[in-house]
């Protein structure tokens, strides 16, 4: 199921440009800070971690709230997204996943997004700012669904199915104290 709808989704994009900006680990940063995110980068890869995504702040406080801003906008576009998904799902079945079966793994995707934004925002309560504010910090993660909103409904479901929250951000809440599921 999902393995159709990403194959789907990479000839899609291919073929049309997507008006969703997703975070891409290996894009450059065009920005002020630059110089910084390579660097950290770098360090990051030297210690065998994984990169940190465009646009992301590096320090662990930041990225957190990036981690939140990110997986909030992947949360809250869920009831949005389901019907196409569903019709997707219908369209491009995986053999022996019945499509209730299919619908029921995003649901649990969907709790469990809850679950993990709940132990972000218990991380960020307990730490203090760093480079970067929270409310500065979350809205650059909400920035990776810019355009959802005027996205045409099957490049966004198509998009939001193969989204997945940086591994990175687990590290990062375990490494602030998150609780996590």
């Known amino acids: 199921m999902v393995l159709a709808a990403l194959v789907s989704s990479l000839a899609l994009m291919a073929s049309e440009p997507a008006q969703l900006r997703l975070a891409q680990a290996d894009a450059p940063v065009a920005t002020r800070g630059a110089d910084a995110t390579l660097e950290a980068n770098a360090d990051a890869l030297a210690k065998g971690e994984d990169p940190f995504p465009a646009g992301a702040p590096t320090d662990d406080y930041g990225f957190l709230g990036w981690c939140y801003g990110a997986l909030s906008g992947h949360v809250d576009l869920y009831g949005q997204v389901l019907p196409e998904v569903r019709r997707i799902e219908g369209e491009f079945p995986t053999p022996d996943t019945p499509l209730d079966k299919a619908m029921a793994e995003y649901e649990s995707q969907h709790a469990l997004g809850e679950k993990l934004l709940a132990g972000y925002a218990g991380a960020l309560d307990r730490h203090k700012p760093g480079r970067v504010s929270r409310a500065k910090a979350v809205a650059m993660g909400r920035e990776v669904w810019k355009g959802a909103s005027t996205a045409e409904p099957r490049v966004l479901a198509q998009t939001w199915m193969?989204?997945?929250?940086?591994?990175?951000?687990?590290?990062?809440?375990?490494?602030?104290?998150?609780?996590?599921?």
């Open 162 to 181: 193969s989204w997945a929250l940086p591994a990175r951000c687990q590290a990062t809440a375990k490494k602030l104290g998150a609780k996590l599921p």
